[in-house]
């Protein structure tokens, strides 16, 4: 995790842990989607700067990124982390979410990946760049299919 937060100047070619990665502008937004696949089969997805999924290689939610907020499964629920700073230390404040906040959580997240699929089904974006591949926009494309169809929403606990 980085000490420090900021923009990123060109997200596709600082993603180099996904060895194959695009990146796409829906027609109807402005902001860059930047997804890709890391050499262990486990998917990423930046809308923008602002958010990020990751999913393990049979499409179960492992870790996220929202306005800010550091969110990583615990196999039955998902730790929310929020950095708090002081002058002298920076410290990560652990919500976990269960219950109702994990399937408002979960919602959130599977909305997002319905409208991702819908937009590559549809066409209705183009490719800026692509590392790694020839058109990866299929794969991708399965690899949501996976996600939305899958039983089970959360990857096994990461260990620190």
Same mark, same amino acid.
């Given at each position: 995790m980085a000490t420090n937060e900021g923009d990123r100047e060109d997200l596709l070619a600082e993603a180099v842990a996904l060895i194959r990665r695009l990146e796409i502008k829906p027609n109807t937004e402005s902001d860059k989607l930047v997804i890709g696949f890391r050499a262990v089969g486990w998917l990423s997805i930046y809308f923008g700067q602002d958010m990020m999924y990751q999913f393990d290689e049979v499409g179960r939610f492992r870790r996220g990124y929202v306005e800010g907020l550091l969110y990583r499964t615990q196999g039955d629920a998902v730790a929310q982390l929020r950095r708090e700073r002081s002058t002298t230390e920076?410290?990560?404040?652990?919500? *976990?979410?269960?219950?109702?906040?994990?399937?408002? !959580?979960?919602?959130? #997240? +599977?909305?997002?990946?319905?409208? &991702?699929?819908?937009?590559?089904?549809?066409?209705?974006?183009?490719?800026?760049?692509?590392?790694?591949? *020839?058109?990866?926009?299929?794969?991708?494309?399965? !690899?949501?299919?996976? #996600? +939305?169809?899958?039983?089970?929403? &959360?990857?096994?606990?990461?260990?620190?």
């Open positions: 920076t410290a990560l404040l652990r919500h *976990d979410l269960t219950g109702d906040l994990l399937t408002k !959580f979960q919602g959130q #997240v +599977l909305d997002k990946i319905r409208w &991702l699929h819908t937009l590559l089904a549809a066409g209705d974006f183009i490719v800026l760049r692509q590392v790694g591949g *020839d058109d990866l926009v299929p794969e991708v494309s399965a !690899f949501l299919t996976r #996600v +939305l169809s899958s039983p089970v929403f &959360l990857a096994p606990t990461i260990k620190r």
